[in-house]
């Protein structure tokens, strides 16, 4: 069964970029039948889609989002990462990163347990 | 951009209850649309995708419908481990995507 694990600090200071990686196991990243996202969920609030991409490197950014946003995929180690600039204490969430299933109509089948981010000095 | 609303946005409900959750697209979305189960401090959990289509493992008293921009996610006897929140998503604009705000389904 495929897994997801983010990975990255816990802790960012305002204004610095926010880095996390997500690796995948038992599974290819490169599957023309996925694509990969991130998705975020403030303390007490709800699911906010941050981006996708696709294996080949073809990436797709939520328009509140997108200029702060940089998401890539290194498929030699069959992971991919979220780069957010400029941080505020509005951007402290849990990250998940999950699985986009084109073959169950683009749901998102498959979750990593998620990381708490925290936006502080 | 494609926005989607839920309703109620919380739910007070007994075991054996049935509960009725109602997800509406800003425009037609086809059957682009999966529901979600989130239970405090874990991830998401996929329910149903296609509007209708029963995730393996999930139970058979969970089902989904609608198409176009109404869609409903039904329980249709409310157990203990079914009190958690629940979020539609849209995936008509594929591979941009967008949740719902959540419904709430606690303990009356």
Redesign the interface.
Known sequence: QVQLQESGPGLVKPSETLSLICSVSSGSISSSSY?W?W?RQPPGK????IG?I?YSGST?Y??SLKSRVTISVDTSQNQFSLKLSSVTAADTAVY?C?R???M??????I????TMVTVSS | ?IRMTQSPSSVSASVGDRVTITCRASQGIS????W?Q?KPG?????LI??AS?L?SGVPSRFSGSGSGTDFTLTISSLQPEDFATY?C?Q?HS?????????TKVDIK
């Open positions: 694509y996202g998705i709800g699911l906010e889609w996708s696709y797709y939520n328009p998940y999950a986009v299933n084109i169950v109509r683009g749901a998102f089948d979750w990593g347990q998620g | 951009d059957s682009w649309l999966a979600y989130q874990k991830a998401p959990k996929l995708y296609a289509s995730q979020y998503q995936a594929l591979p941009l995507f967008t949740f719902g705000p959540g």
